[in-house]
């Protein structure tokens, strides 16, 4: 079975704090990929990262960073220096080798106080 | 540039009124799928496709249909509307391989009165 675990409801930060939402996940596929996504008060779904199984690099994009464990099955994401408008809810997110669904996390609020 | 369309993005209708919410993809993607979002039950998946002509039951089919007539389409229909299917929807697009893609059109607020 799979299933994605976002242990942490909700976060509040003051501006400029680093926060770290946290990502487990489980599966028996071998090949499969994690994402996250970004959800706005406007409600659309944001992209922002795609990991594949056999690449456990971690990434860096600007303030986003990533970091992909095989090892404890996770996938965590932190974000340096928040801004308010970092104010959002994120969601990780697997799909498997046939591609035919994604599993979703409950999503983490984040708050980014001025 | 790379886009999930969906139309309409905001919709209030009566109970037992047919409806189709559009998506459309402009990449070529060969699997495509609906989720509604409904708070306390997250995401969950309504329909998928696989290509043209090849579609399948998500988690919660009941009420909704689906038809792939050609790649970029994938039409979400409720033929009877209640007010249970009162949601936010989500078209999915995805680009299958290594450099795996998977985009969301905007998302569609359904209102069923």
């Known amino acids: 079975a799979q299933k994605v675990t976002q242990a942490q409801t909700e976060i509040s930060v003051v501006e400029k704090e680093d926060v770290t939402l946290d990502c487990v996940y489980e599966?028996?596929?071998?090949?499969?990929?994690l994402f996250w996504y970004k959800q706005p008060p406007s409600g659309e779904l944001v992209f922002l990262i795609r990991?594949?199984?056999?690449?456990?690099q971690n990434e860096i994009s600007g303030r986003y960073s990533w970091n992909f464990q095989k090892s404890t099955s996770s996938f965590n994401f932190t974000i340096t220096a928040s801004q308010v408008v970092d104010s959002a809810v994120y969601f990780c997110?697997?799909?498997?080798?046939?591609?035919?669904?994604?599993?979703f996390g409950s999503g983490t609020k984040l708050n980014v106080k001025p | 540039e790379a886009q999930v369309t969906q139309n309409p993005r905001y919709l209030i209708t009566v109970t037992g009124k047919k409806l189709t919410v559009t998506c459309s993809q402009n990449?070529?993607?060969?699997?495509m799928s609906w989720y509604r979002q409904d708070p306390g039950l997250g995401l969950r998946q309504i329909y998928y496709?696989?290509?043209?002509?090849?579609?399948d039951k998500g988690d919660v089919p009941e009420g909704y249909k689906v038809s792939r007539k050609e790649k970029r389409n994938f039409p979400l229909i409720l033929e009877s509307p209640s007010p249970n299917q009162t949601s936010l929807y989500f078209c999915?697009?995805?680009?299958?391989?290594?450099?795996?893609?998977?985009?969301f059109g905007q998302g569609t607020r359904l209102t069923v009165v």
């Open positions: 997110a697997l799909i498997g080798w046939n591609f035919n669904k994604f599993y």
């Open positions: 599966t028996r596929d071998t090949t499969y990929y």
């Open positions: 990991r594949n199984s056999f690449d456990e």
């Open positions: 990449m070529n993607h060969e699997y």
């Open positions: 496709s696989m290509n043209v002509e090849v579609t």
């Open positions: 999915a697009s995805i680009k299958t391989g290594g450099n795996t893609e998977a985009f």
